[in-house]
C-alpha cells in the first residue's frame, strides 16, 4: 500500500471555466473524484500535487483527505500545461476494497536482449500498457517482461509478461509486447553520373 497522502477541499462554488482558471491562478487546481458515487468536485493544493506528482503513476493509490474523509484513489487523467507549466484540472478514481478493479499499468522491459548485444538489432516495444483486473490491495505499480534471452527476429507476447497470481490480464495474450529487429539497410544513392544524364542530353539536343 502506498504511504502518498495528498489534501483535498469540496468544491462548493466557482464553477465553470472561469472559476477554474481562477483557482489555478491562486494556487489549486480543480479537480473530481470518480468512482461508485456521483463524480465529487474537489479542489487540491498545487504546490503539493506537483511536489509528489514523481512519486505517483497512474496505478499508485493515493490517501486523499477530503475535508477530513480518506478516500482511496488514483489518478486518471492529469490536464497540464506544459508551456506555462501549470496543470489545469485532475482526474481521481476512487476504488472501493473488495469490489474487483479495472485498469490499465505499464509494461516495463528488464534486460538487454542477446540480438542486440551480439547480432546488432534493436529493440523495439510495441505494447506499453496492458489491461488488468484485481483486488485493488494487489494492484501491481508495473508489469515486466525479460528480454535478455530474444535473438534477432523473436519476440516477447502478453503471455511472457510476469504476473503476479493475483492478477488477471484481460489484454489478448498473443499481443506483441516487444520484438528485436535488425537495422535496415540505407538505400545507396544512385550515382551522379545517372543523375546527370538527363541534363547531357537536353543539352545535346539543344546543341542539334
Do not use: W
Amino acid at each position: 500500500m502506498s504511504d502518498i497522502t495528498l489534501k483535498a477541499t469540496v468544491r462548493k462554488s466557482d464553477f465553470g471555466s472561469a472559476g477554474s482558471r481562477r483557482l489555478v491562478r491562486s494556487g489549486s487546481i480543480p479537480a473530481v473524484i470518480y468512482g461508485k458515487e456521483a463524480p465529487l468536485a474537489v479542489v487540491v493544493n498545487a504546490k503539493e500535487f506537483t511536489t509528489k506528482q514523481h512519486l505517483f503513476t497512474e496505478t499508485t493509490i493515493i490517501k486523499l483527505d477530503v475535508d477530513g474523509t480518506e478516500k482511496n484513489v488514483f489518478v486518471k487523467e492529469v490536464q497540464e500545461d506544459f508551456l506555462k507549466g501549470i496543470i489545469n484540472h485532475v482526474d481521481f478514481y476512487e476504488i472501493t476494497y473488495g469490489v474487483l478493479l479495472r485498469t490499465r499499468v505499464k509494461v516495463e522491459l528488464v534486460g538487454t536482449p542477446e540480438g542486440v548485444r551480439t547480432q546488432g538489432g534493436v529493440l523495439e516495444q510495441v505494447l506499453h500498457e496492458v489491461e488488468i483486473e484485481c483486488f485493488p490491495r494487489h494492484l501491481p505499480q508495473r508489469l515486466t517482461a525479460d528480454v535478455t534471452a530474444l535473438k534477432l527476429g523473436e519476440n516477447v507476447r502478453v503471455f511472457n509478461l510476469e504476473v503476479p497470481a493475483e492478477v488477471k490480464v484481460l489484454t489478448d495474450a498473443e499481443e506483441t509486447v516487444a520484438t528485436v529487429k535488425s537495422i535496415k539497410e540505407e538505400p545507396v544513392a544512385a550515382p551522379a553520373a545517372a543523375e546527370e544524364a538527363p541534363e547531357a542530353a537536353a543539352a545535346d539536343a539543344e546543341a542539334k
